[in-house]
C-alpha cells in the first residue's frame, strides 16, 4: 500500500489562515495528498470565524485544532507551504521535505471593526486562500506540481 504524501500547512498561531488553506486543500486534493497543518506557536484553538466562513463554502472544520509543527518533526512531510511571514522564518526542515513554498495572507484575527466588517475580512481571506490553494490543487491533478 502507498501512502499519500503530506503536505504541512503552517501558520504562527495555527487558528485561522492554516486552518481554512487544510480544509480548502483537502477538499480540493484530498484523494491525492494527505493535508495538516500546524503552527510555530499554536493558540490552542481554531479561530470560531475561521469556522463559520469555511461552512459558508460547504467546507466544515470545525474538528480541526491548533498543533504545534513539532509533532510533524518525526513523520516524511513531502511539501512544507507557509501561510504568514512568521512562520516562513521559524519553519524547521521536516523529513523527506521535498518542496517548500510561502504563500503569505493577512491575518483577519487582527481584523477591527463590528462583527460584520471582521466576518468580512475572514471571507476575504479566506476567498484569497482558495484561488491559491485551488489552483495548487489543479495542478497537482495536471501533475504540473511534482508529488511521490
Known sequence: ???????LI?????????HIAEGILRAAAGDLIE?????????????????EVMREIGIDISSHHSKHLEEFLSRPVDTVITV??????ACPM???Q????????????????????VLGEFRRVRDQIR??????AAGLRQGQCLVK
Open 98 to 117: 521535498m518542496r517548500r513554498f510561502h504563500w503569505g495572507f493577512s491575518d483577519p484575527a487582527h481584523a477591527v471593526g463590528t462583527d460584520e466588517e
Open 10 to 18: 503552517l501558520c504562527t498561531g495555527n487558528s485561522c489562515r492554516s
Open 94 to 96: 521536516f523529513p523527506g
Open 131 to 136: 484561488l491559491v490553494f485551488e489552483a495548487y
Open 35 to 51: 493535508v495538516a497543518s500546524a503552527g510555530s506557536k499554536p493558540a490552542g484553538y481554531v479561530h470560531p470565524k475561521s469556522i
Open 84 to 89: 504568514c511571514g512568521n512562520a516562513d522564518q
Open 1 to 7: 500500500m502507498t501512502t499519500k504524501p503530506i503536505v
